[in-house]
């Protein structure tokens, strides 16, 4: 037993620690997500994320302990994102003849997320940086973080916002849209898809990925439309509106 505390105290102090306990705590939500078919609330990323907080917990190790390794993950993001240029540019042709209404529904979309959660903030009370940091929510973390400094928000909490905008997004997202009758057609796919890039970023992608190459492609559209639509608009919106 004294040898088994010894190696778990030099393991948890290694970078390898965290690289390793995420892919294996990813790729064991994973499989049970296959197993069970794939159902939007046995989402790997939810679970991998409450497994990996509650280890954590658990054993006493400190979040920049494990982001030591976890961060060479981290550093994937950034390919990762670019990777989902692949399927727009096989569907180029038809988003060319499309832009138009895209370029509408990603202005109007994001335009909704921004104003309904601060209408929400304001109705139920919170603080005023508070229903700020709610704005960005939309918009990928590190984007949201930026913009939320600028309008005068709460960078962090926008983060968390972010995460759990994109988590409920994607847990929710098939139901629904099964409840408003979206036909599962590549139309309908495209009309999902983008829906859940625009409403849920990053997590709603990945989502509809999982599902679907066309609702993916949709969605890593939406997101990055989003991010550029957000990132130039919605400061200019919040200064233009200050007293």
């Known amino acids: 037993m004294p040898r088994f505390v010894e190696l778990w105290i030099y393991l948890s ?18 499989a049970v997500s296959a197993r069970l078919g794939g159902a939007p609330w046995a989402n790997p990323v939810l679970w991998s994320v409450l497994a990996l907080a509650g280890g954590l ?26 990777a989902l240029a692949w399927p727009l540019w096989q569907r180029r042709q038809e988003l060319r003849e499309r832009f138009g209404r895209i370029l509408l529904a ?10 309904s959660a601060l209408v929400l903030g ?5 603080p ?21 400094e600028k309008i005068g928000g709460i960078p962090a909490l926008s983060a968390v916002f972010t995460v759990l905008t994109g988590m409920i997004g994607a847990l929710s997202g098939k ?29 709603g992608a990945a989502r509809a990925l999982q599902v679907d190459a066309q609702a993916g492609a949709y969605a890593g559209l ?22």
Not at 106 to 115: D, E, K, M, Q, S
Not at 134 to 145: D, E, G, N, Q
Request: charged share 5%.
């Open 175 to 203: 139901y629904l849209f099964d409840a408003l009758r979206v036909t599962t057609d590549p139309e309908g796919y495209a009309a999902r898809g983008f829906a859940l890039g625009t409403a849920s970023h990053g997590i």
């Open 128 to 148: 005023h940086d508070v229903v700020l940091s709610l704005a960005p929510k939309s918009v990928t973390a590190p984007v949201a973080m930026g913009i939320s």
């Open 13 to 30: 102090a290694s970078p390898l620690f965290g690289l390793t306990a995420t892919l294996v705590v990813y790729l064991i939500a994973q």
């Open 122 to 126: 304001w109705a139920v009370g919170l």
């Open 106 to 115: 990603a202005f109007l979309g994001g335009a909704t997320a921004c104003v």
């Open 222 to 243: 939406a997101l990055g439309l989003q991010v550029l639509l957000a990132a130039l608009l919605m400061p200019l919106a919040f200064r233009l509106l200050q007293p």
């Open 57 to 82: 917990l658990a054993t006493g190790v400190d979040y920049p302990t494990y982001f030591a390794g976890a961060q060479f993950i981290h550093f994937l993001l950034g390919p990762a994102v670019v």
